[in-house]
């Protein structure tokens, strides 16, 4: 049953919630060990005091802050526009604001800045890092209606930092799972990764194929199924960095759709499943939370992580002025929601 224009505001709001506050619940975490993390209570319940120290409670890092730049951009630009998302991404690191990017993502925001097309400033082939993934939230709420643009600009979102087809692939997934989110279908596992594979296909069809396969892994025991998953794509040296997520994007995306799918009613156990994946559990726990709030809405993200991830009124002001734009308000009224909600 199709929702109503509420409705899907609603889950505007909810899918960039949901990011930032896995974002802001795996920030404190990021890097730590799987098996440290396997002692710690209620990694789901609240957000970790000061987090790495001088950060305040419910920071979330440079994953949001793509995320809020890229809607910023489409909002003002009511398409998504490459020239302007790359000058609202370098935006960020000329004002010194970028919380803890990698390396590859300075390197770019560095050719940008020095006047690089952003057709060809982004990391090279073989660069795979999760980075890619928080801006195609905002391919995905955009081309919710139009899903035939949608592999195409998510593609558009993922070059300007990365080059390798893989990168564009994991966007226009992820950028589909939250836009069948606003569908309003009530769809099987297969069927819904389906989709995902179809969009990814038009740029990885070994992802494709990955993205099909994973409903199988829904029957497995959990920890069986995690440890599979963080193998998936990623060369033999990488995975001995670490024994939690690698920095790669296809065990980052498939672990968090698959936490979605295997706890898609309880936003706060499915956070916590990979959470304890460690490593790059971060930007995981933010896909997952992201495809659970465009499928759930703002009610199933629990009100302390609703009202404590840091910004909260600017992250849902900033989903108004995405979802305001897209349904044609004139440009001064969708620049202008956030300042009446101030009022």
């Not at 896995?22 to 789901?44: E, Q, T």
């Not at 790495?52 to 949001?64: E, I, L, M, S, V």
């Not at 802050?65 to 003002?76: C, F, G, I, P």
């Amino acid at each position: 049953m199709p929702l109503t224009p509420s409705e899907i505001q609603d889950r505007f709001r909810a899918s960039i919630l949901g990011f930032a506050v896995g974002d802001a619940l795996g920030f404190p975490l990021r890097g730590v060990p799987a098996s440290s993390l396997s002692r710690l209570p209620a990694l789901a319940e609240d957000f970790a005091p000061r987090p790495r120290g001088r950060f305040a409670k419910g920071q979330f890092t440079d994953d949001t802050q793509l995320l809020l730049a890229a809607a910023e951009s489409v909002a003002q630009e009511r398409r998504i526009e490459g020239r302007s998302v790359a000058a609202h991404f370098a935006w960020l690191w000329q004002e010194g604001v970028v919380l803890h990017p990698p390396p590859r993502l300075s390197e770019t925001a560095e050719r940008l800045l020095r006047g690089a097309p952003w057709m060809s400033a982004g990391a090279p082939m073989g660069a795979k890092d999760p980075a890619v993934l928080s801006r195609s939230v905002v391919a995905g709420l955009w081309h919710h209606a139009r899903p035939a643009r949608l592999p195409h600009d998510a593609a558009v979102l993922a070059v300007i930092t990365h080059k390798d087809p893989t990168c564009a692939a994991a966007s226009a997934a992820m950028a589909k799972a939250v836009s069948l989110g606003l569908s309003g279908e009530q769809l099987a596992p297969a069927d819904f990764c389906q989709r995902l594979s179809a969009a990814a296909s038009e740029s990885d069809l070994g992802l494709a194929e990955e993205l099909r396969y994973l409903p199988r892994v829904l029957g497995w025991e959990v920890e069986r199924a995690l440890a599979q998953l963080r193998k998936v794509g990623v060369p033999a040296s990488e995975l001995h960095e670490t024994d939690g997520l690698p920095a790669h994007v296809v065990p980052v995306l498939l672990t968090g759709l698959y936490a979605a799918l295997k706890v898609p009613h309880d936003f706060r156990e499915a956070l916590t499943l990979v959470l304890r994946c460690g490593g790059e559990a971060d930007v995981a726990a933010a896909c997952s939370g992201a495809v659970l709030g465009s499928q759930l809405g703002s009610d199933a993200i629990p009100a302390r992580l609703r009202r404590n991830v840091l910004y909260a009124d600017h992250l849902v002001r900033t989903s108004d002025r995405l979802f305001h734009a897209l349904n044609g308000a004139p440009a001064e009224v969708a620049a202008q929601v956030g300042v009446r909600r101030r009022g």
